[in-house]
Every structure is written in C-alpha cells, then in structure tokens.
C-alpha cells in the first residue's frame, strides 16, 4: 500500500474548556478523496483548520509526506503544497480574481501558469471574469474562487472546507467530476461535506464525526445504501452549540 | 416576573461610590478643582460615547465642540456680560448647529476620511480663534468669564461649583443611560456590525449617525460651557487637539459605549498626570505606559474589565425569559387583490460593463412561494438587493401592491413589509438570540401600528418587544436559545434566528437568499415545514436556493434566471423539464446524479 500523505494520530482539540475533537487519526493516502461528514458542530472544520495550523490541537500529531507539521506555522504548512479553502468565501474583495489565484502561488512562472490553466478550465466563470474586482462577483463565483486558489497552492493536498456550498447543481457536478480527476493525477483531497449524497458520490473514503469523536470510517462503497451512516449522523445533536 | 437588581450592575456602582466619596477625602481647593474637572469631562466623553462608542465613527470634532462652547460663554459672559441662564442654552445650541451643517457633507464620508474631515473642522475652528482678536481675544484668550449664576448670585468654587457640575453630570449620565438603555442601545451594536442587516430591519442609519452626532455635539456644549464658567478664563486652549486627544483616550481607556466608563476614563486620565507629578520630567512616559498597560489589559476599557471580572466571579444577573406575546394578527391589506403583491418589471442592472440583470419581470402573489434558480453569477441576488433596495436599479420598476417602491431607500422599504435574509448571515454574534430579534421588533414597533396602547408603562414598547420576541423565538422553536449569544449558535440555527429576525417586520414580502445552504437534512426539513407553514399567515417567500429537492419541496412556482434573464417561469416541474433551464443549470443530467 502507498505510504499515507496526510496522517493524524490522536489529535484532541479544546476551544477554551469546550472540547472540539477527541482522540481523532485520519490517513489521506496520495491520490486519495477523503469526505469528512457529520453534523454541524461535529467538529469537521475544526479538523481541516488543525491540519492546516489555524488551530493547535491539544495533543496528537500531524505528520505530512513524512515529517511532522507541528512545529510549522499555517505559512510554512501551505508552503509545503497544502491548500486550504475555508468556509464562508473568504477572499480578496479588492484584488481582481487573477489577483487572488496569484498570491496563491510561491515558485516559477511556468507552474503558476499551468495551476492558473487548470482553474480556469475547472471554472470558467473565473477566466472570463479574470480581471474583474472579487467583490464584484456572486456569492458562488466567489466559493469558485476560495476553491480555485486552494488549487493553486496545493500541490499535494486540497483542504476543501464546505466545496459545494452555494454552488449550481450543474456545477456541482462538474467541480466533482474534476476533483476526482486532479486526485487521479496523485493529489490528494480532504474534505468536509454537510451533505451526505454528494460526500458518497464523490469520496473514496468516509469519516463520519460526531460531537468531537471519529465514530466510523471506511470506503465510501461500504456505506452506499446503508441507514447506518444517517443514523450515525442524525442521532447527534442537532441543535447542539458550535464553540468558537 | 422577578425583579431584582442584578449583581453585575453592583459592581459599577461601587467604583460610583469610590467616586462620590473621592473629594470628601481630599478636600484641597486645588483637589475640588481637579475633581470638578473630572466631571466637565466625564459629560464630554459622554457626549463623545454616542459618536464614537454606539455609532462607531472616529469623530475628531468633540474638542472643537468643546471649544466652541467654552467661547461662546466666554464671549457672551466677558464681553457682552450675559449671566448663566442665557449663555448656558446657547453654549449647547451653537456646537449643535455647527453639527449640523458639518454634518451633511461629512457623515457621508466612510472612516479615515471621516476622521480626517473633522479633523480638518477642528483646525478651522482653532485658526478662528486665534485669528479673530476683536472678538475671541486672540492667542490671549478672555478673561474675566463670569462664575455660574444667576439674578446677581453666583456659586462660589469649591463645594458649591463641584456639587453643580456633578449634578450636571449626573443628569447627562442618566439622559445617556435611558437613550441607550437595553435593546435601544443594541440597535446601534447592530448597525456597527452590519449596516446592511440594519437598513433591512427598518433602521434608518443615516438619521441614527446624524442624531448620535448632535447628541454628542450637545453633551459636548455642556461640557465646555461648564469649563469656561470653573476657569472663568477662556483661551484657544481649548480648542487645542489635545483636549481632542485627552476625550478619544478617555472614552477608550473607560469603555465607548457604557456610562460608567465615561466617569472611570475622566477620572483616571485627570488623575493619572497627578500621580506622576512626583517623577517630574519622566511623568509622561509613566503616563503613556500606564495608558498602553491599560489598553492590553482592558481592551474594552475599564467597565468592560470589570464586566468580565464580575462573570469570573459568577455574578451574572439570572436570566429569565420574557413571557411570550403573539405579533398582532396580520392585518388585510385594504389593496384589490387583482393587484400582485410584488411586481417586477423590465427590471435592468448593469455593473461597469457587465450586464446583472436584463429585462426581468415577475409577479409575487399572496401567500405564493417563488423558487429563484439559475447558474452561479446569473443575478439571483443582484435581483433581491434591487427589490429590498439595497442596490439601486438601471432601469425598470418594482412595485408592492401597487406602490412604487423602486427609488425607496433600504430602510423604508422594510418598513413597507418587504423583509430579507442574507447569503453570508449578517447577525451580531455577540447579542443573544432574543436581543438579535428585539432589536428588529422595537424598531417596527417604532415606526408601525404595532404601539402598545393604554400602557402606562414608560418601557412598554421595550418590554412588548422583547416579549414579542421571545414569541418569535419560540414559533421557530429556539426558545432555549434565547440567551445563548448569536455567535456560539451552529449553522442551522443561525439560518432560523435570521428568520425570526425578518419576521419580527411583520412582512408581507420575505426574500431568503440560500436559506438551506450548511444545513444538514434534519435541519433542512425542519426549515421546509416552518416555511410552509409561514405561508398560510399569508405571506409571500422568495426563497434562492441550489438545493433543488428542498425547493421543489415548497414553491408554488419556480423562476429560473440565467445571464441575467428570465429562461423560464411557471410550474416547479415544468421549469425543472425545461430544456433551457436543463442546459443551464442543471447539467446534462437533471436528477440527483452526481459522477
């Protein structure tokens, strides 16, 4: 079996008191779709922001393409080829949408190019609006963008927080369509999904998170068609408060 | 319901009792003066709190005001010898229209560029009177400005005059106090986080920046009228940026929007230069280091330090919820029912040389629920910002039953019963869930039919709208939530304190944009049935959602935009087989299949 690329073991994570994840070890091998499902507050951003130094966990490690992240600010983290698109669109207002894939990118020209190429053939909603003013674009434009400069800077892993968040059906598709393709290249994607149909359609493993914990994982395969992963992620609490 | 007071308010008013007790122990007439000036400026920063605190603008006019003031008593009293009754109403009524007239031109400008302009008027007016000797005195000042007084009786200093100011005083900290008090004073929180949610319960935040700006203009005038009268000597000292300077610290230093920290700030940064008297030379780098010491250890000031310390402690007041009163029953709207609640037509909005929307017209019946779909970039929310006015249109015209709403400022037109939610929820996460929705029922009930009547109760229209409130809350079946603040809320929740704040309107027009967008399929349900069910009151829901099961679920009908133009409208199934709308949105293949 390939090495894993991405592996957690053990993190724990506290938001002051409150206990955010507990006990959690996830493995991302290269090439790989890992979907994060569960309810909201169940912990799934909070595992993506750990991974990518936003969030210190209280104990465990990250090990990543075989040396360990701890030490390493969220800077140095996404130097080393992870990209991270947050929930919640957050992006340049001011700079033009090249702009915002352009700061992305540390390194030579060429490979700026052809990361810029990719992103404009996965949206071309972006290329054509290339020059206009992020603020200026609608709301999924914008989640396009979030996704496009995590592209642009992961070169090895994706962190997609959220990725079908305010997205057309039509594009839905073609962004899950092309995320399985740039994980059939050898990168890899983690991602956390409130939806379940499209976390299924899409991933090639499953962890479903509940109040913190890592409560069953799996190929995705195993799940398709089972109660048990609703039931998993339905008997949470629904209204339980989310920390921070 | 129990009434008591709450022991965080304890704490405040034991530093009050310091306070009072403070010139019985030092009792040097130098000490009164001293203490006296801590009360001239604890009504300046009062003042300022309204600007700078609750409207959040870094006014720098608060000196010149203060400065004005002190020179019209100076004037008036030195040369023209006019005693206290008359120059003490003009020395708040000249600040307040120099307000006004700076205000028109300047309130518009957004931060920096405010604080700039005001800074500029400031200038102005020290220039005046410097320059302006036959009048002002010059750089020498007047002398001889008359005590307070009057019918030839003037207050002596020392007890008298310092038991005057602070009276002064305290009648300006309780007119602050009751014009901020509750859910009043959050209205203004509100607009400080987001204008935009603001303007679309109703607020009008113009007016609301404007009045905060003469309220402190006014305090302002007070304050420098009381400090010409205790020095009896005006100079273009006053006008100094200093004094600017010395009321911005302070209104940090205490807390910007809490009374108590007006007092807190004035009395420590008039104090704090006499306790380092003894370093000589050296005082002012204790004086800036005690000031930086102050601003990491309390960023919220000193009342928001003692807040925190009084939770540490458990003090926290208990917390009980207001028992629930129904909104008034939704009132018909004397309007031909052949009229279409909501019209839209010919509607055309370009940005730059990018068309939003091209030619769009609709109707919105009563009671209808309308699905607005279409592609990423295609004008769904373009389309809501014009209709609730918040972004202004090309050309075209929406109307609600009947009336033409098109040129109507944001504010009005959710006073007229058109509510909305957002995108990216726009909520103040440090509010509690119930204040979210008082604030957005006090404000209706302010401007609406809905004033309690036959109420002797001076709070009644607070009180009915927190009660009002809490029914809202638990119509969306958050009632637990109602003292949880907004922030510490997840998503799905979130998504229906929004609701309930739009519904605290009473709208007959209610546009959610992405209402189900982060919520699970527990919570999406949920949202569904509490949607249907708002529509049997008669209301009418534009609802914009990708989620086209949770939408064919409850609309009535379905409009499908795509580069800004209406490709289909009618019945959810058949826009949904519609061979366009399939092309555009949904992708070769219009199930729920994905890859």
New interface residues.
């Given amino acids: 079996m390939t090495e894993p690329l991405l592996q957690l073991d053990g993190v724990t994570v506290h938001y002051g008191r409150m206990l955010a994840l507990r006990d959690v070890s996830v493995m991302v091998r290269p090439g790989e779709i890992v979907a994060l499902v569960g ?3 169940a912990g799934k951003s909070t595992l993506l922001k750990t991974v990518i130094g936003l969030v210190r966990p209280s104990s465990g490690q990250i090990m990543f393409d075989g040396t360990s992240l701890d030490e390493l600010d969220t800077a140095a983290r996404i130097r080393q080829g992870i990209g991270y698109s947050p ?3 957050r992006i340049f207002p001011g700079m033009t949408v090249r702009e915002n894939l352009e700061v992305a990118w540390r390194g030579d020209r060429a490979a700026a190019r052809m990361r810029l190429a990719e992103v404009y053939q996965l949206f071309p ?1 972006l290329e054509t ?1 290339a020059d ?1 003013p992020g603020w ?6 914008q ?2 963008l979030a996704i496009g400069r995590a592209l642009v800077s992961g070169g090895k892993l994706l962190l997609l927080d ?1 990725p079908s ?10 962004v ?2 092309r995320i ?1 393709r740039i994980a059939s290249t050898g990168r890899a994607v983690l991602m956390a999904d ?1 939806n ?3 976390a299924l ?2 991933a090639h493993q499953i962890c479903v998170l509940r109040a913190g914990q890592l409560v069953a994982k799996g190929p995705a395969g195993a799940f398709r068609g089972q109660g048990e992963i ?1 039931a998993a ?2 008997t949470g609490e ?6 921070g | 319901m129990s009434r008591h007071v709450p022991t965080s308010r304890l704490m405040p008013l034991a530093g009050l009792a310091c306070l009072v007790a403070w010139p019985l122990v030092f009792t040097s007439p130098y000490d009164l003066r001293v203490f006296t000036l801590v009360g001239i400026y604890a009504i300046l920063v009062l003042g300022y709190q309204f600007i700078f605190g609750h409207a959040g603008a870094l006014a720098l006019t608060q000196g010149a005001f203060f400065g004005i003031a002190a020179y019209v008593t100076g004037i008036l009293g030195a040369r023209f010898g006019w005693s206290f009754p008359a120059t003490f109403p003009l020395s708040i009524v000249v600040p307040v229209l120099v307000a006004v007239v700076v205000a028109v031109p300047v309130l518009r400008l957004e931060s920096h560029y405010f604080a700039l302009a005001t800074l500029g008027i400031a200038q102005v007016a020290l220039l005046i009177a410097i320059r302006w000797e036959s009048v002002t005195g010059g750089a020498n000042g007047l002398a001889g400005v008359p005590g307070i007084g009057a019918f030839g009786l003037v207050l002596p200093r020392g007890y008298p005059t310092l038991a005057f100011v602070w009276g002064i005083a305290g009648v300006c900290a309780l007119v602050a106090w009751w014009l901020m008090r509750d859910i009043r004073g959050r209205a203004f929180q509100l607009m400080r986080t987001s204008e935009l949610a603001a303007m679309s319960i109703g607020l009008d935040t113009a007016r609301l920046r404007f009045s905060a700006f003469l309220l402190s203009a006014a305090f302002a005038g007070i304050a420098g009228a009381l400090h010409a009268h205790t020095l009896r000597v005006v100079s273009p000292e006053v006008l100094e940026f200093h004094v600017m300077v010395t009321c911005l610290a302070m209104a940090v230093i205490g807390g910007r929007t809490r009374v108590i920290g007006a007092f807190f700030g004035a009395f420590l940064l008039v104090q704090l230069p006499e306790w380092f008297r003894f370093l000589e030379h050296y005082y002012l780098i204790a004086y800036g280091g005690a000031l930086l010491a102050m601003i990491i250890v309390a960023p919220d000031g000193l009342a928001g330090l003692l807040d925190r310390i009084g939770a540490r402690l458990g003090l926290k007041p208990r917390q009980t919820l207001p028992s629930p009163v129904p909104l008034p029953s939704a009132a018909p709207d004397n309007v031909a029912t052949e009229v279409p609640l909501l019209s839209v037509s010919g509607l055309t909005k370009r940005f730059g040389g990018v068309t939003a929307l091209e030619n769009v017209s609709f109707q919105v019946d009563r009671g209808e629920i309308v699905g607005l779909i279409g592609p990423n970039g295609s004008g769904k929310t373009t389309l809501v910002n014009i209709v609730t006015g918040l972004t202004p249109a090309d050309a075209g015209e929406v109307r609600l039953m009947g009336q033409d709403i098109t040129h109507d400022p944001a504010f009005r037109i959710a006073q007229c019963g058109v509510a909305r939610t957002f995108q990216l929820i726009e909520l103040v996460d440090d509010m509690t869930c119930l204040e979210n929705v008082a604030v957005a029922r006090l404000t209706r009930l302010g401007t609406g039919s809905g004033r309690p009547k036959g109420s002797t109760k001076v709070d009644a229209p607070l009180d009915l709208a927190k009660r009002q409130a809490a029914h809202l809350l638990e119509r969306l079946g958050m009632s637990d939530a109602a003292f949880e603040p907004a922030g510490n809320l997840a998503q799905g929740l979130r998504r229906r304190l929004e609701i309930a704040r739009a519904l605290a309107l009473e709208p007959r027009l209610l546009l959610l944009d992405e209402p189900a967008a982060g919520l699970n399929e527990i919570e999406q349900q949920d949202l569904a049935f509490r949607l249907k069910d708002l529509r049997t009151s008669g209301l009418a829901l534009i609802v914009i959602e990708h989620n086209v099961p949770f939408l064919m679920a409850i609309a009535d009908r379905l409009v499908c935009l795509d580069a800004g133009r209406v490709i289909a409208a009618g019945n959810p199934s058949d826009v949904r087989a519609d061979r366009n709308v399939i092309a555009a949105y949904f992708g070769a293949q219009p199930q729920d299949g994905l890859p």
């Fill in positions: 309810n909201n507050g929930e919640g669109r909603a609006n206009v200026r674009l609608s709301g999924g434009q989640q396009m959220e968040l305010g997205l057309a059906p039509a594009l839905m598709q073609d899950f369509v399985r409130q379940i149909g499209t359609a899409v609703a992620l339905l629904p209204n339980a408060t989310r920390p």
